[in-house]
């Protein structure tokens, strides 16, 4: 069965260092996701990505975070300077042809800032 | 300082029996919900959805109401069993919007 992988599981930064999180969507899918959980909190939206471009993003999605797909198969969240608050799971999700649609979600990346 | 987290509605049911998670949306003009578990340390995955023109949607032993008036979803799972165990997040996808908004989620426990 196909599936969203992300990679690494486990990223440990220290503050004010930059990282990229890397996620495979599956392959078909259009739309691209990223949302991030908190310890023990709801998983938030933080972007999503259609056709090459940011379709829509949260309010936390700010200019420490940028998203690209440098190629047909890899999907990246860069976080510039991170914070300690930036500690979290970081999720890729994927969707075919519409948003009106099932989100798959890989197993996330764990970032922690230390 | 520290962030303390979220402290998630829970419940705990006999192995064998149903149980019933309910989760309040936001968006009264919302027209598609999604059910997904999380297993510790696990993405979400997904269980069922259900579009607001439906009011009920069945699938294998998990079942979907949908109650527009009240703006208000809940997931019954028939004949739970050990696996069953997770927190079970409600999501709801607003009009126009690509992204999913999530609920509190509720932890299941499931009792041998």
């Known amino acids: 069965e196909p599936e969203v992988t992300q990679t690494p599981s486990h990223q440990v930064t220290q503050m004010g260092q930059e990282v990229i999180l890397r996620c495979v969507p599956i392959s078909n899918h259009l739309y691209f996701y990223w949302y991030r959980q908190i310890l023990g909190q709801k998983v938030e939206f933080l972007v999503s990505f259609y056709n090459n471009e940011i379709s829509e993003k949260s309010e936390i999605f700010d200019d420490q975070f940028s998203v690209e797909r440098p190629d047909g198969s890899n999907f990246t969240l860069k976080i510039r300077s991170t914070k300690l608050e930036d500690s979290a799971m970081y999720f890729c999700a994927s969707n075919p042809r519409t948003a009106k649609n099932i989100q798959y979600f890989g197993a996330g990346t764990r970032l922690s800032v230390l | 300082g520290e962030s303390v987290g979220l402290h998630l509605p829970t419940l705990s049911v006999q192995e064998g029996d149903n149980s019933i998670i309910n989760c309040a949306y936001s968006?009264?003009?919302?027209?598609?919900f999604i059910w997904y578990k999380q297993e510790s340390g696990k993405g979400p995955q997904f269980i069922i959805d259900?579009?607001?023109?439906?009011d009920k949607r069945q699938g294998q032993r998990v079942t979907v109401l949908l109650n527009k008036t009240v703006k208000h979803l809940s997931l019954q799972i028939a004949a739970t069993q050990p696996g069953d165990s997770a927190v079970y997040f409600c999501a709801e996808n607003p009009p126009g919007a690509q992204k999913l908004v999530f609920g509190q989620g509720t932890r299941l426990t499931i009792n041998p």
């Open positions: 259900i579009r607001s023109n439906m």
């Open positions: 968006n009264s003009a919302s027209d598609y």
